[in-house]
């Protein structure tokens, strides 16, 4: 039987809250795990990222790193874990918006037999837009959202329609259907048995 991880994923200094609850396959690569907290956030994927644990980096190798970025596909989850036994990983999106997520190992389980992985299982606030200036973007974009007499509202209206964004909401159904394509494209396909041709 295969074991999962339940991980919750917040992000950091932001009101109101954004966590999501996301379970994944335990010894599923850190690229992965990439994707799936994507997915069950609701970023773009647009801007690199890494991982950190103890002074460690993963990611995907480019140009711009000055060395010591580890690359996300050779390393694992559980192997992470097991080696360092903390639960506790920061994962970093988009270097200039500087968006910082804690992902903690909640629980480690069997997984339930015929569940495609990674599933979402909860999803609280919404993520701030892409490209919105970080945390003290993000906090002039609410205040122009509460202020219609706010400096930066109209220009900030031509890019995000201010009224319809409700940080405290996220679109549940359109995070889960974001999850559910990686697990259906990573569920594992049935060998198919070679007919020899006599």
């Known amino acids: 039987m295969s074991t ?16 999501r609850r996301v379970e994944v396959p335990f010894d599923i690569r850190l690229d992965r795990l990439h994707l799936a ?12 990222h890494e991982f950190r644990l ?10 711009y790193d000055s060395g010591g970025l580890l690359d996300a596909r050779k390393a694992r989850l559980i192997d992470l874990i ?29 997984a339930a037999p015929g569940t495609a992985y990674p599933r979402l299982l909860d999803a609280t606030g919404r993520c701030p837009p892409e490209d ?10 609410l205040d122009a959202k509460a202020d219609p007499a706010h400096p930066r509202r109209a220009e900030l ?13 996220a679109d549940k ?4 259907r974001a999850v559910n394509a990686l697990a259906k494209r990573w569920a594992r396909k049935p060998a ?6 006599h």
């Not at 980096?57 to 480019?62: L, V």
């Not at 209206?157 to 909401?169: Q, R």
């Not at 198919?192 to 041709?197: G, H, Q, Y």
């Open 82 to 110: 097991k080696s360092t036994g903390t639960k506790k990983l920061d994962y970093t999106y988009d270097f200039g918006d500087d968006w910082r997520h804690e992902v903690k190992v909640e629980r480690i389980e069997t």
């Open 132 to 141: 919105v200036g970080g945390y003290p973007g993000y906090m002039d974009m």
């Open 37 to 48: 907290v994507q997915a069950a956030m609701g970023w773009t994927n647009s801007h690199l």
């Open 4 to 19: 999962i991880a339940r991980l919750k994923i917040t992000l950091a200094d932001i009101e109101p809250r954004v966590t």
């Open 173 to 176: 159904p359109a995070l889960e």
């Open 54 to 63: 103890r002074g460690l980096r993963w990611g995907a190798p480019n140009r």
């Open 192 to 197: 198919v048995r070679k007919t020899s041709s």
């Open 157 to 169: 209206e031509d890019w995000i329609d201010l009224d319809a964004f409700d940080p405290n909401v």
